[in-house]
């Protein structure tokens, strides 16, 4: 099976640069979904504060992907 994309530039070019950089954007994600999970797994390096607000942070990010409809996992 095979999938085209098909954009009119210059009218589509915002489309088209997001499809584009998608890629880049998943690593983004999944760099920032793992550097939430160091800072959580290892906290013994934080005060209570700080891993609560960490935890905070992880919880909303994972809320917002699947909000989304985006698994890293995948």
Known sequence: MKA???FNLPDDQHEFDL????????????DIS????TMWKYKEYQSEEEYALVDSIRDKFYEILNEHNINLNQ
Do not use: K
């Open 4 to 6: 085209t994309l098909e």
């Open 19 to 30: 499809a584009v950089q998608s890629g880049n954007m998943y690593a983004a994600l999944w």
């Open 34 to 37: 793992q550097e939430l999970r």
